[in-house]
């Protein structure tokens, strides 16, 4: 989300090309070969930057797994915004994202939040002429409840194969929606109580967005300096120090040791922060039950029920 220069309107510049190249190399060296796009990030330049990467590096194209969103629409002179999962619309934004990233096909395709003007048949009639001309060879979802899951489900031919969430040690509420079952503060929670449960029995991939919470835990400026957040972040170091790794990793360490097998969306872009992600997968298979149980109710600031 952050490559092209962000949200700002502005012409792609050499910087930009330049910031994704390292950004790429950052993370093909810590290993990491899937790529997360939308057809709204930056406007369209994160993926027009993505393509100039892809086409001054022939044989990259191969090598990394393209995954893209469709579905939001940014407000502008025509619309005022939000939500389009139409059949025309699905097509044409995955049209213009195959243009702007120079490739024939993306290996996913996820529909970015739910549209309650859209049909699943919809939905569903637009991937498959998409997946029979070979331009997504899956569907996924994202923001979606376990029943807007099954309901879309029920018209498309084959499984849904991811569902992205905001997921993190800051914003847990994908833990608390489960254990605050029968409990009072369970009500407000903003998470869909059983999406996890239901993507876990149908081997659907449960991907986090917001997985590092921003730094929030790792050192971004303007954390508070008291509190829950500054006592997690301090115990985030601590492990950090024992584990001999970066406080990012702890971050998303914490998040792929739930049994769920959860992929961190990482969002950053600066190649240093790439790389200090990359013991994570290390970091989540040595992580203990007390040390992810402290990590939790530190950052949710109160005991568990
Ligand atoms: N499906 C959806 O609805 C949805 C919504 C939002 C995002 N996403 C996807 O998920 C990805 C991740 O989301 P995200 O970017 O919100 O979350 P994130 O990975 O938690 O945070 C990344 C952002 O935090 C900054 N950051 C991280 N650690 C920092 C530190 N120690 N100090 C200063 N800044 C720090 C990064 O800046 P630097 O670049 O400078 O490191 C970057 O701007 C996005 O790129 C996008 O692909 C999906």
Same mark, same amino acid.
């Given at each position: ?11 792609l510049? $050499? *910087? ?11 993370? &093909? @060296?810590? +290993?990491?070969? /899937? ?12 993926e ?9 590096r ?13 579905g ?12 389009d ?6 097509i ?6 195959l243009r702007?990233?120079?490739t ?21 009639s ?18 979606m ?10 018209a498309?031919?084959e499984?849904? $194969? *991811? ?11 994908? &833990? @608390?929606? +489960?254990?605050? /079952? ?10 869909p ?13 449960l ?42 990793a702890?971050?998303?360490g914490?998040?792929?040791r ?12 600066s ?35």
């Amino acid at each position: 989300m952050g490559l092209g220069g962000g949200w700002p309107s502005g012409p792609l510049g $050499a *910087a930009e090309v330049a910031a994704a190249h390292d950004a790429v190399d950052a993370a &093909l @060296e810590a +290993g990491i070969s /899937v790529f997360d796009h939308a057809d709204i990030y930056a406007h369209g330049k994160a993926e027009e930057v993505f393509g100039k990467v892809l086409a001054q590096r022939p044989g990259l194209r191969d090598q990394v797994h393209l995954q893209t969103k469709c579905g939001i629409v940014l407000p502008g002179a025509h619309h005022p915004g939000r939500y389009d999962s139409s059949r025309e619309a699905v097509i044409a934004r995955v049209e213009d994202s195959l243009r702007r990233l120079g490739t024939d096909r993306v290996e996913t395709l996820l529909i970015h939040r739910p549209d309650p003007l859209a049909h699943p048949e919809e939905i569903a009639s637009a991937f498959v002429q998409l997946r029979n001309a070979g331009k997504v060879l899956r569907l996924g979802v994202s923001n979606m409840s376990a029943d807007q899951m099954r309901w879309l489900q029920s018209a498309l031919p084959e499984p849904l $194969a *991811a569902n992205q969430l905001e997921m993190s040690l800051y914003r847990s509420q994908w &833990l @608390e929606s +489960g254990v605050l /079952v029968n409990h009072p503060e369970a009500a407000g929670l903003g998470f869909p109580h059983g999406v996890l449960e239901y993507c876990q029995a149908g081997g659907v991939e449960l991907q986090a967005w917001g997985p590092l919470a921003q730094g929030r835990y790792s050192g971004a400026p303007g954390t508070a300096e008291t509190g829950p957040d500054a006592a997690t972040a301090e115990l985030v170091a601590e492990l950090a120090d024992e584990k001999e790794c970066a406080p990012e990793a702890v971050v998303l360490g914490w998040l792929m040791r739930h049994p769920a097998g959860i992929r961190p969306v990482v969002g950053t872009s600066s190649p240093d922060r790439i790389r200090a992600c990359a013991e994570a997968g290390r970091v989540a298979r040595s992580m203990d039950r007390a040390q992810w149980y402290a990590l939790w109710i530190s950052a949710r600031g109160r005991a568990l029920p």
